[in-house]
């Protein structure tokens, strides 16, 4: 599938937006529930 430049900026803006987002909450629970977690 095609995608234009822009287009393709705006996903990986997103992308690594959500990815972001993504550590945090992982950074966050292993802080919070490690034992949970298992580290």
Do not use: D
């Not at 705006?10 to 034992?35: D, H, S, T």
């Amino acid at each position: 599938m095609y995608c234009s430049k822009s287009q393709r900026m705006i996903l990986n803006k997103e992308g690594a937006r959500i990815a972001n987002i993504y550590a945090q909450v992982n950074n966050m629970r292993k802080r919070c529930f490690p034992r949970i977690c298992g580290h």
